[in-house]
């Protein structure tokens, strides 16, 4: 079956334009100009990634990514931001609400693509070790799962991964660079800062079960997980 992506873009010209690209590349689009068509979308096949721009018609793509992240259907759904707001602190806000990438527009398709297969990549439970137990935290990796105990925990797919590199290499110090190269791929340009948003959303997302202390910072050279908090 092929991946089916999720377009939500208010532009129709937009949406045709990276429907093409999508298509060429053997993805099925689908097209949703609003949140109430994104909505109907999701309800009659969940997609394997959605494109989703920043300004949409009565509701801005943040809040959207935000509502995505609180639902069950589209939690673990990845998320790309198309926006033409370039500045730093807008990339934030979009990674904070949920959003695992961003393209900056006007771009290329293959750049899009790029980011596409990247981000799918580094979501495909497939890819994952298996399944791993420290901390009070166990990863199922076959199911894809986290479970504190034995209560599971809802995480999103970057998070996930970084999470399962921690587990799997615990006691030692990582710098953003080094997580870039092992997390998100060497040939995928991510800025540094991207590292922190992350580590911030997986310890929220640790937060309410008490073990947010096994991410940690050691100042000057980056992070590591421990259970000796």
Do not use: C
Not at 175 to 188: A, C, P, Y
């Amino acid at each position: 079956m092929q991946k089916q992506i999720l377009i939500v873009d208010d532009e129709p010209a937009i949406r045709d334009m990276v429907a093409f690209a999508l298509r060429k590349a053997e993805y099925e689009p689908v097209h949703a100009g609003d949140v109430r068509e994104a909505q109907d979308a999701i309800v009659a096949r969940v997609p394997d990634l959605i494109l989703l721009d920043w300004m949409l018609p009565g509701i801005s793509g943040v809040e959207f990514a935000r509502r995505l992240r609180r639902e069950g259907l589209t939690r673990e759904v990845p998320i790309i931001m198309l926006t033409a707001r370039g500045e730093e602190n807008d990339r934030v806000s979009g990674l904070e609400a949920g959003v695992d990438d961003y393209v900056v527009k006007p771009f290329s398709a293959r750049e899009l693509l790029a980011r596409i297969k990247a981000v799918m990549r580094r979501s495909r439970g497939d890819e994952e070790d298996g399944s791993v137990a420290l901390g009070g935290l166990r990863i199922d990796g076959a199911a894809h799962r986290v479970y504190a105990a034995d209560t599971p925990i809802q995480i999103g797919p970057t998070e996930y991964r970084l999470l399962h590199f921690f587990m799997t290499h615990p006691e030692r110090v990582y710098s953003r660079t080094q997580l870039l190269d092992h997390v998100w791929g060497g040939n995928v340009y991510v800025e540094e800062r991207t590292v922190d948003v992350h580590i911030r959303r997986l310890r929220k997302t640790l937060e309410p079960h008490s073990l947010e202390g096994l991410v940690q910072t050691v100042r000057g050279a980056g992070y590591r997980f421990s259970t000796d908090y």
